[in-house]
């Protein structure tokens, strides 16, 4: 676990190697309601061209043009 500002961070692991942090718990600091702060990340121009990228470049399936 991660304590920023108050707040406690958790961290996942399945192979002590990739780790991941929880979203939800990031956006707790933004707002009671962190589901809505997360669907307003998901809208972000610059989160929809992160993903598209990221696909383009670690799934062989990706399909540009149904992604847009």
Do not use: H
């Not at 589901?35 to 121009?45: C, L």
């Amino acid at each position: 676990m991660i304590e920023v500002k108050g707040f406690t961070f958790q961290i996942y692991t399945e192979d002590f190697e990739n780790d991941y942090i929880s979203l939800t718990d990031i956006a707790r600091y933004k707002s009671d309601e962190p589901s809505d702060v997360i669907k307003n990340w998901m809208r972000r121009k610059d989160t929809i061209e992160f993903i598209e990228l990221w696909e383009s470049l670690n799934n062989i399936n990706f399909n540009s043009v149904e992604f847009d």
